[in-house]
């Protein structure tokens, strides 16, 4: 099932901070956050498993929240690069199913 | 540059039509996936291949098919082509076929645009 993003939106001043969350109505196995740059494709930013476990970039910070069913991605510090849509995908089984995405959200960065 | 090319670029057809998409995945990459991303869905999940086999199935319509060729690229196949198959039709590829603890690498896309 389709994992949901909130906010859907969100514009923010360089150096603001912003937390997007990713929540799944069954229980996650893992989930993983990707940014998308207008006209380009998506780029991996950090995987997060059932357990504790990551791996991504180090410079992006994210949580894990098994008993809400959730995941939020902390942008702290903003640049003009974070612009884009951020994605974040799940997997509800270790068995290997393909991951479900949510329908992003939009981050814009002003100067 | 994710070392995922795909091919055409854009793609202009009538409906009615069958159209191929194709795709390589990054050197040694045993997985590829298909996406389908319109403006109010974001990412849907189309169908994974992992070493010529079908690995996991999505939200994929009986018109559309797939396969993955022993040199590892794959095509995907769209006929009776509708309106609303307009779209951008991403590729993505990863080492193995555990999608739940491996990340993705994504192609540019081929944006399809169906009159």
């Known amino acids: 099932q389709q994992p949901v993003q909130s906010p859907q939106a969100v514009i923010l001043r360089e150096g603001e901070d912003a937390v997007i969350n990713c929540s799944s109505s069954?229980?996650?196995?893992?989930v993983h956050w990707y940014r998308q740059k207008h006209g380009e494709a998506p780029v991996f930013l950090m995987i997060l498993l059932k357990g504790g476990e990551q791996k991504g970039h180090e410079k992006i910070s994210a949580s894990f929240n098994e008993k809400k069913q959730q995941s939020s991605l902390y942008l702290t510090a903003s640049q003009l690069s974070y612009s884009g849509t951020y994605f974040c995908g799940i997997s509800n089984s270790n068995s290997g199913y393909a991951l479900n995405f949510g329908k992003g959200t939009s981050l814009l960065v002003t100067p | 540059d994710s070392g995922v090319t795909q091919t055409p670029k854009h793609l202009i057809t009538a409906t009615g039509q069958r159209v191929t998409l194709r795709c390589s995945p990054r050197?040694?990459?045993?997985?590829v996936y298909w996406y389908q991303q319109s403006l109010d869905q974001g990412l849907q999940f189309l169908i994974q291949?992992?070493?010529?086999?079908?690995?996991a199935k999505g939200n994929i319509l009986e018109r559309f098919s797939a396969q993955q060729f022993p040199d590892l690229h794959s095509e995907l196949n769209l006929s009776s082509l509708e309106l609303g198959d307009s779209a951008l039709y991403f590729c993505?590829?990863?080492?193995?076929?555990?999608?739940?603890?491996?990340?993705?690498?994504f192609g540019p896309g081929t944006r399809l645009t169906v009159l």
């Open positions: 050197s040694g990459d045993l997985s």
């Open positions: 291949y992992y070493n010529g086999e079908e690995r």
């Open positions: 993505a590829s990863s080492p193995e076929g555990d999608s739940s603890y491996n990340e993705q690498f």
């Open positions: 069954k229980a996650l196995y893992s």
